[in-house]
Nanobody
Framework: QVQLLESGGGLVQAGGSLRLSCVIRSIFMITTVGWYRQTPGKQRDLVATFTSGGSTIYDDSVKGRFTISRDNAKNTVYLQMNSLKPEDTAVYYC????????????WGQGTQVTVSS
């Protein structure tokens, strides 16, 4: 009933840009949706998210460089990443919550972003 499909990761040089996409297939209404990232041995951390009220929250490390956006007609959420740094290297995950499933988190499979110095 719920699928989150990420794409757009890859290898890029420092200073470059990438745009990640997350297509959300669900019969339920999205309440919150955002992007997280994880490196080996560390927890999965928030990068950027839309709140249930429609506002956005960014981690301090990406403010001014990353932009989260959404196309409701396409049920797609994007993460535009500019001025990438080697420390942005991680697996990026899309996460969503839905109206009828409350606080249950749904995750995509992740997409690898590697930034070379």
């Amino acid at each position: 009933q719920v699928q989150l499909l990420e794409s757009g990761g890859g290898l890029v040089q420092a200073g470059g840009s990438l745009r990640l996409s997350c297509v959300i297939r669900s019969i339920f209404m999205i309440t919150t949706v955002g992007w997280y990232r994880q490196t080996p041995g560390k927890q999965r951390d928030l990068v950027a998210t839309f709140t249930s009220g429609g506002s956005t929250i960014y981690d301090d490390s990406v403010k001014g460089r990353f932009t989260i956006s959404r196309d409701n007609a396409k049920n797609t959420v994007y993460l535009q990443m500019n001025s990438l740094k080697p420390e942005d290297t991680a697996v990026y995950y899309c996460k969503a919550r839905f109206d009828v499933t409350g606080a249950r988190d749904y995750w995509g499979q992740g997409t690898q972003v590697t930034v070379s110095s």
